[in-house]
């Protein structure tokens, strides 16, 4: 019993330290619980404190290209149209938000001054998350400005592609190509 009592703690001190939750960290002392002979301690060994979260940013993430916006500033974009529209919507807590964070990072300075990136943190704007039918983490969009011809969207904007989970740089960038680059008269 004790020991299928240690698994289960251990399997929650994993969870929860994947999940990064706040002021939540594996320490050593976690560790030093544990039986060292047992194969959990030895999977949770190489964990150490490095799991838990860091609320810094580096520096190179001060000026980011892809900015964080409210819901009245994203208002504001689909209502003054300039550029085709990437919007990344997330959520702090989301393991593979996080993950795609540098990838969509790296796509917006790519594509700088051709397309604009912006994050919506469904969390601080629910209602336009839920306006804009934001189901699953993350969850990406691709609008340009209605052509001529063109009618629906949102606020003006041609709703090119709705991707939901975490996609790479490569794959960002082609979608931009394919929706925002690629002459579409195919029909």
């Known amino acids: 019993m004790r020991a299928?009592?240690?698994t289960f703690f251990a399997t929650i001190i994993v969870?929860?330290?994947a999940l990064g939750t706040s002021g939540f960290s594996l320490t050593p002392q976690h560790?030093?619980?544990l039986n060292p002979a047992s194969s959990i301690s030895k999977n949770l060994a190489f964990i150490g404190t490095t799991t838990s979260r860091s609320s810094t940013k580096s520096p190179a993430s001060t000026s980011n290209v892809?900015?964080?916006v409210t819901s009245e500033e994203l208002e504001m974009m689909l209502h003054d149209w300039d550029l085709p529209?990437?919007?990344d919507a997330y959520a702090s807590w989301c393991g593979p938000c996080e993950l795609m964070a540098p990838e969509f990072e790296t796509a917006a300075q790519e594509l700088e001054g051709k397309v604009r990136f912006v994050k919506l943190d469904t969390e601080k704007e629910e209602q336009m998350a839920s306006r804009l039918h934001i189901q699953g983490l993350p969850t990406i969009l691709f609008l340009s400005k209605l052509g001529d011809g063109l009618s629906g969207g949102i606020n003006g904007g041609a709703l090119k592609d709705r991707i939901e989970g975490?996609?790479?740089k490569e794959d960002i960038l082609s979608l931009?190509?394919?929706h925002f680059f690629t002459d579409q008269?195919?029909?």
């Open 66 to 68: 892809a900015t964080s």
């Open 31 to 33: 560790l030093s619980k």
């Open 15 to 17: 969870f929860f330290s």
């Open 4 to 6: 299928s009592t240690t």
């Open 85 to 87: 529209l990437v919007i």
């Open 185 to 187: 008269d195919d029909n």
């Open 166 to 168: 975490a996609i790479n």
């Open 176 to 178: 931009c190509e394919k």
